[in-house]
Structure formats: structure tokens, C-alpha cells
């Protein structure tokens, strides 16, 4: 049987067909992101875009994939959220934690704001954000707004009694006044065994910041590096901006080897960021 060479064409020509299309499917893929959905428990899904939350129900407000406008569903029966982290909670946390508190927020509040209804669902972007928008309020002097997302942070999360973030903010709002042993003291406490890595990488940055403007600049080395070191599952960017702070520090005292590894590292780790940037320049003026 003969059949027609451009039904069936070459086999180098049927491999270049076929790499074009992996190619172009691959970056259909990589373009279209993917909407945060909220996952039930008998495993349909809906985007969050398309739920309210009243009381402990939620809420369908639009027409979508098979549900209708009004239907509502226990909260409880929500199983996981799925999605991808929002790229601006990135960028945020890299802001903040580069002293541009107030930039942060920007990115942060709408997140914080758009996906509350999320806040008991596992799986959440909504407590990362949160948290750090304390932590930005914290930092901005603001305890009102402080003391309010830590209320919301604390009765979304399942254990009882204050987040520890919420101990972290009132740390970061001692007055300047306070003394030296106490302000110590208040980070110390939240840099044990018995907390999350994020909160005690956080009050490690926080206290290595505090001590380098005290001028005791080998100290606040030491808590700069115990992020990377005992910390890392803290977060990427918090790993990342201590990395750089950290190398800072070695240039000044002509460890260049040693703050160049640092670097590459916190370049690594914070791809697309303003920290990256600032580490690729100090890299560029080490070379």
C-alpha cells in the first residue's frame, strides 16, 4: 500500500511537527496563569473570584463551571485552595524587607483584601500576606493597624490565643526608648525551637538590623547568617535579603571570597526582585 508523503511525512519532518507543537503548548502553558481556585472536598473547584463568604457559608455571586449564582456551602466543606502564590507577594516581601515599608503594603492590601475569604482554608495565600502586612505596618510605626491584622490573623489560625507574628509586631513597636536588654530580650523570645521558621527569621533579621545600628556590626552578622543556617524553610526572599545584608557586612571587613558566595546565593534565591538587583551590583563592584 502506497500512501501520500504528506499525509504521512518524513519521520525527520513528523519530529520537527511534533517538537513545534510541545514547544508551542509548553509556552501556552507557561503563559496562561493559573486562577486561584478554592477545592472542595468531593473535589470540585471554583475560582475565587466567583465566591463571597457570609458568616460561615460560602457564597457563590456569579455563575461558573457548573455552580450558580447563590448557592452557598459550609466553609468547612472547603477542602484546599490551589493555585499559584501571586507573584506581588514576592516582590512585597522583598520591598519590605529592603526598608520600603510603604510600597509593600501596596502589593500586600490588595492580596490581604481579595483573598480574606480564604483565610481558614489550608493552603492560603492569604496568611503569608497578612503576616507580612503586619510586619510592614510593625516596622511603619502604625499600631493600630498592627494590632487589627494580627486580630484577623489570630482567629484564622487553628491554635489558640495570639499568632506569634502578633508578639513579633510588638516587638517591632518598642519605642526607641526601650531598653537595650529588653528590646533583646523581646526578639530572643521569638527565636526558639517551639515556633514557626518564619516568625524567628523574621525577629533574627529584625534584631541583626537593630544591632548593626547599634554598631555591633560582628553580632548582627552572626543573626544575619542564622536565617540561611537554622531558618531557610522561613521563606526565600527573608533568606535572600539576609544573605545580602550579611555580605555587606564581610565587604566591610575585606571577606570578599566569602561575601561573594553570598551573593550568588541571594541572586539565586530571589530572582526578579529588587533584592537581586541590589546583590547583582554589589557582586558587579567586587569583581
Given at each position: ?207 541583626a538590623k537593630w544591632l ?32 545580602l545584608k550579611a555580605s ?40
Amino acid at each position: 500500500m502506497n500512501f501520500h508523503p504528506m499525509i504521512f511525512p518524513s519521520h525527520p519532518f513528523r519530529s520537527a511537527l511534533l517538537a513545534g507543537a510541545v514547544a508551542t503548548l509548553l509556552l501556552s502553558w507557561a503563559s496562561a496563569a493559573e486562577p486561584i481556585r478554592i477545592v472542595f472536598q468531593n473535589g470540585r473547584s471554583v475560582p475565587l473570584v466567583a465566591v463571597g463568604l457570609q458568616g460561615d457559608k460560602l457564597i457563590i455571586t456569579g455563575a461558573a463551571e457548573g455552580f450558580t449564582a447563590g448557592q452557598s456551602f459550609p466553609l468547612a466543606t472547603a477542602d484546599h485552595v490551589f493555585g499559584e502564590k501571586p507573584a506581588e507577594l514576592y516582590q512585597a516581601v522583598a520591598l519590605l524587607l529592603m526598608d520600603k515599608p510603604a510600597v509593600a503594603l501596596q502589593l500586600l492590601e490588595p492580596i490581604v483584601t481579595g483573598q480574606r475569604i480564604t483565610a481558614k482554608i489550608p493552603g492560603n495565600f492569604w496568611l503569608e500576606a497578612a503576616r507580612a502586612a503586619l510586619v510592614a505596618y510593625a516596622v511603619s510605626g502604625d499600631a493600630a493597624k498592627c494590632g487589627e491584622i494580627g486580630k484577623e490573623i489570630s482567629a484564622a489560625t487553628p491554635a489558640s490565643g495570639n499568632d506569634p507574628f502578633v508578639l513579633l509586631g510588638k516587638a517591632l513597636l518598642m519605642p526607641s526608648s526601650a531598653k537595650v536588654d529588653d528590646r533583646e530580650a523581646a526578639f530572643r523570645d521569638l527565636m526558639t525551637d517551639q515556633l514557626p521558621a518564619d516568625v524567628c527569621g523574621y525577629a533574627s533579621f529584625y534584631r541583626a538590623k537593630w544591632l548593626k545600628s547599634l554598631k555591633r556590626d560582628a553580632e548582627a552578622l552572626e543573626a544575619y547568617l542564622v536565617i540561611p543556617c537554622v531558618y531557610p524553610s522561613g521563606g526565600m526572599i527573608l533568606n535572600a535579603v539576609a544573605e545580602l545584608k550579611a555580605s555587606e557586612l564581610l565587604v566591610s571587613s575585606d571577606r570578599r571570597d566569602e561575601a561573594t558566595a553570598l551573593l550568588k546565593s541571594s541572586v539565586r534565591d530571589s530572582t526578579g526582585t529588587r533584592v537581586a538587583v541590589e546583590a547583582n551590583k554589589l557582586l558587579d563592584s567586587l569583581k
